[in-house]
């Protein structure tokens, strides 16, 4: 696994509970899972953004983070936080 997979795998593990999403069948993605197999991303909808796209009350997103220059620069989230075990 180069680094790049094995970033993509730890964000994974974090996604499901740290986005906006609309679930796909009953949402309940099984650990080890891709993201995209039980979720869909938010679109820009009001109540969950603002205006400018910046979101509301949540500290992190999913769909923030894949547009940001620290994905872009491959850090994922254990270079900067704990991970909790699920």
């Known amino acids: 696994m180069n680094f790049a997979e094995g970033t993509e795998a730890t964000i994974q593990q974090c996604t499901g509970c740290h986005s906006r999403r ?16 039980a979720y869909n991303l938010s679109l820009l909808h009001p109540g969950l953004y603002e205006a400018d796209g910046q979101i509301l009350d949540e500290v992190f ?21 704990q991970p909790r075990q699920q």
């Open 61 to 81: 997103v999913y769909g923030s983070f894949l547009q940001s220059k620290m994905y872009a620069a491959e850090v994922n989230c254990s270079n900067c936080h």
């Open 22 to 37: 609309e679930a796909l069948d009953d949402g309940n993605a099984l650990p080890g899972n891709p993201y995209h197999d």
